[in-house]
């Protein structure tokens, strides 16, 4: 069982920055894909990053590429999202999963319980 526990969002403006943080619990983090994913209001979870269990492999939505760094701790069971160039479409309740290293939301089996990410223009 892993639990995830996400912190770090909060209302910033547009260009502004923000780093999320997910703690984890559980002894076999390092066995698990990690990804954050988003959802707005009205609309579908959607994959922001994911990064593999050794922190060796990483994969973004072409929306967030270049702006958001996705990365790892595994000493730390801690998993981040550096969020740069924010704008008001990265507005969303943002969570962690663990799982298999993938782009969709069926790959992982657990789930934190968001925070928001308010991107004022």
């Known amino acids: 069982q892993v639990q995830l526990v996400e912190s770090g969002g909060g209302l910033v403006q547009t260009g502004g920055s923000l780093r999320l943080s997910c703690a984890t619990s559980?002894?076999?983090?390092?066995?698990?894909?990690m990804g954050w994913f988003r959802q707005a209001p009205g609309k579908e979870r959607e994959f922001v990053a994911a990064?593999?269990?050794?922190?060796?492999?990483?994969n973004y939505a072409d929306s967030v590429k270049g702006r958001f760094t996705i990365s790892r701790d595994n000493t730390k069971k801690m998993v981040y999202l550096q969020m740069n160039s924010l704008k008001p479409e990265d507005t969303a309740v943002y969570y962690c999963?663990?799982?298999?290293?993938?782009?969709?939301?069926?790959?992982?089996?657990?789930w934190g319980q968001g925070t928001q990410v308010t991107v004022s223009s």
């Open positions: 999963a663990a799982g298999a290293y993938s782009g969709s939301v069926y790959r992982y089996d657990y």
């Open positions: 559980g002894r076999t983090f390092s066995s698990y894909g």
């Open positions: 990064i593999s269990g050794s922190g060796v492999m990483t």
